[in-house]
């Protein structure tokens, strides 16, 4: 709290020297604003070190403050080294310019330095709201035993079970961290066994198209003639994680050349805040009605269940899936179908031999 009480001074001190300029002729100090301007970024981005993590709506309205503040200071100093180079005609204009440059700056950090104000008045407030109702607490039951002579006890207990509550939420702050941690740590030793399995299912013909359509959820999914068709040309699927784990992860289907649909690879990212996907590049007279699994990669407006079961199961354990029973005739193994097509046509050609 200190550090920040102390940049609000600073900040103060600084936008005096802004108004006492304001209030004068309009002269123009460029050295003075250009430092002036700096040190202000400097102690933003200080007093942003010392509370990210602790005061977030703080800090997301300091990096807005920043930021804009950062493009004023460039329109402001190209005005400037356009000014010093005489590539202006009318430079009275351009002075004028660079002065409404400088009030906007200063509105600016003003209107930043209201904001920050009311968070304050905001959480002042909600600690007296707070406080008005253990007051009314005690006085409804102050005719219980848990309250004794002078009324205080119940208050006290109270203030300890928040200050408990608080100690317990740094508590598991810090256990998400460590929790983070223990899952980066992991994603990275097993990469090296997922490019081992990737190198032996290279070996199997259609090892991913059965184990997808042999999973329980997944299988149900491919419900019409031509998915079936289009997973007879799936190669491989990938799920890459990101590093920090928290931004997510995206899903990929590779695919062999096909008459469908000109992409090797089909993907959708799954991203902290918003999901995206590949485009399908589809054959023309080729596509999907509205039953076709094909139409998971266009919905990108909501949250599914789908990647987060690609991710954990079927990229988890390809091997069960794959091993495991079709609970329908029609979920069949896409690999075995297609050799015994071969097999039935290469029978065919014998006999018309014969």
């Not at 649909?261 to 991203?271: A, D, I, P, S, V």
């Not at 269940?305 to 091993?323: A, M, N, R, V, Y």
């Amino acid at each position: 709290m200190m550090n920040m009480c102390l940049w609000n001074k600073k900040m103060e001190g600084s936008r005096s020297r802004l108004m006492e300029e304001k209030s004068k002729k309009r002269s123009l100090d460029w050295e003075f604003d250009i430092k002036s301007m700096a040190e202000d970024i400097n102690l933003v981005l200080k007093t942003m070190v010392w509370i990210l993590g602790n005061h977030k709506n703080t800090t997301v309205l300091q990096f807005k403050l920043l930021l804009k503040s950062l493009q004023i200071q460039k329109l402001f100093m190209t005005l400037v080294l356009r000014v010093l180079n005489k590539e202006y005609a009318c430079e009275q204009e351009t002075l004028n310019k660079i002065w409404d440059l400088k009030m906007e700056h200063m509105k600016l950090i003003t209107d930043a330095r209201a904001d920050l104000n009311k968070i304050g008045n905001d959480k002042r407030k909600k600690k007296k709201r707070r406080k008005r109702k253990m007051e009314k607490l005690v006085e409804d039951d102050e005719n219980n035993n848990v309250i004794d002579h002078d009324g205080n006890q119940l208050v006290q207990c109270v203030e300890k079970l928040q200050e408990l509550r608080e100690e317990l939420e740094k508590i598991n702050k810090e256990a998400s961290g460590e929790l983070l941690k223990v899952a980066q740590k992991y994603n990275r030793n097993r990469q090296p066994f997922y490019d081992k399995r990737t190198n032996i299912i290279k070996d199997i013909p259609g090892f991913w198209s059965t184990a997808f359509l042999r999973h329980h959820v997944l299988g149900g999914l491919v419900c019409t003639e031509e998915d079936r068709k289009i997973f007879e040309f799936l190669s491989s699927i990938e799920v890459e994680v990101s590093q920090d784990v928290k931004s997510g992860y995206i899903i990929i289907f590779n695919f062999d050349s096909n008459e469908y649909f000109e992409n090797t690879k089909l993907w959708k990212k799954y991203g902290r805040t918003k999901i995206s996907a590949s485009s399908i590049q589809w054959a023309q007279g080729k596509g999907v009605d509205e039953r076709s699994f094909f139409k998971w990669f266009s919905e990108v407006d909501k949250m599914d269940e789908i990647g987060e079961i690609i991710k954990d199961e079927l990229w988890s354990d390809p091997l069960f899936c794959f091993h495991h029973e079709a609970d329908e005739e029609n979920v069949d193994n896409v690999a075995v179908k297609k050799n015994e097509d071969e097999v039935v046509k290469d029978s065919e050609d014998e006999e018309q031999n014969d």
